[in-house]
């Protein structure tokens, strides 16, 4: 068995860069601490959050604020948390389950947001159908015909899923006589399809601004759980990615939103940075330059490999 050997020179360099982040967080100078893969970033982390709370602990409890660690798995939040010991003060999460907590009791900005998201998915959808080309079939079809295969396709969608995998062939013979009257509609399986899933994304999205509009029960609030890992708009249901995107509106959309947010948690610290999504990137830029407006403190400190 081989050992390997610290020099006094390393160690010397280590506890120096240490040095220079808490220099950083005595100032709130944001940082990037960068470190090859198994070169002490997570120590870095760890040892930054013990600082805080050794030197601002006292202050932190008395105004109830806290610090917020972010990972970027449940598993690396886990080891965070184990290694640092237990913390009332420090909030260690994935960053999903961060963004969530700062928005959720926001609903009615959600539900806006969310609003407008299935607009711009109607729009978007539309936009598809009407002119690529792979559509052609349907786009040869007047509106009243447009109309009625979309009704046409509601009727049957028990009978288009469970026929969904079926072989091309099979599957024409299956709706040959529903869709008689539409040409070509069903000469390529792969591209009817499609437009079908399109059709019912239309339908749903419709049927679900029209609940939000009547204030239905089940329709009043955005949901996300991190077990989604595709959205169910018309659900109210959003996954990860749509989460990050709506954290980021609302956050840039409303100044009080970030001053909260900067007032309760004065210290961030993002792990695994080179694994973060723009859009949180974007959000702390966000809290960083409202800070320097209301001369609030926040440190915000990225370490990754």
Request: charged share 30%; glycine share 4%; with cysteine.
């Amino acid at each position: 068995m081989s050992l390997s050997i610290i020099s006094p020179e390393k160690i010397t360099a280590e506890l120096d860069i240490q040095e220079e982040i808490f220099d950083s967080i005595n100032l709130n100078e944001n940082i990037i601490f960068s470190s090859g893969a198994g070169a002490g970033k997570t120590y870095a982390l760890i040892e930054s959050l013990k600082y805080i709370i050794d030197k601002q602990g006292l202050r932190l409890n008395a105004h109830n604020q806290n610090i917020i660690c972010v990972t970027y798995t449940n598993v690396a939040a886990e080891e965070v948390k184990e290694r640092l010991g237990n913390s009332d003060l420090v909030k260690v999460s994935t960053i999903h389950e961060r963004i969530w907590e700062l928005i959720k009791h926001h609903q009615k900005e959600l539900v806006e947001i969310h609003r407008n998201k299935l607009s711009e998915e109607i729009n978007s959808l539309t936009h598809k159908i009407l002119n690529d080309k792979k559509f052609k079939a349907y786009q040869s079809l007047g509106d009243d015909l447009k109309k009625s295969l979309s009704e046409l396709m509601i009727v049957k969608k028990d009978l288009f899923y469970k026929s969904y995998d079926k072989k091309a062939k099979e599957f024409s013979l299956i709706f040959k006589d529903d869709l008689s009257i539409y040409p070509d509609i069903l000469k390529n399986k792969s591209y009817f399809t499609s437009l079908i899933g399109i059709l019912y994304k239309l339908e749903n999205y419709a049927s679900c601004l029209i609940e939000i509009a009547a204030n239905k029960k089940g329709f009043i609030k955005v949901v996300y759980n991190a077990s989604y890992n595709v959205d169910r708009l018309h659900w109210m249901r959003i996954s990860h990615e749509t989460l990050l995107e709506y954290g980021l509106k609302i956050i840039k959309k409303h100044e009080l939103l970030q001053q909260i947010i900067i007032d309760k948690y004065p210290y961030f610290l993002i792990d695994e940075y080179q694994d973060t999504d723009t859009k949180v990137v974007e959000i702390m830029s966000l809290l960083s330059k409202c800070s320097d407006r209301i001369n609030h403190n926040l440190f915000v400190g990225y370490f990754g490999d």
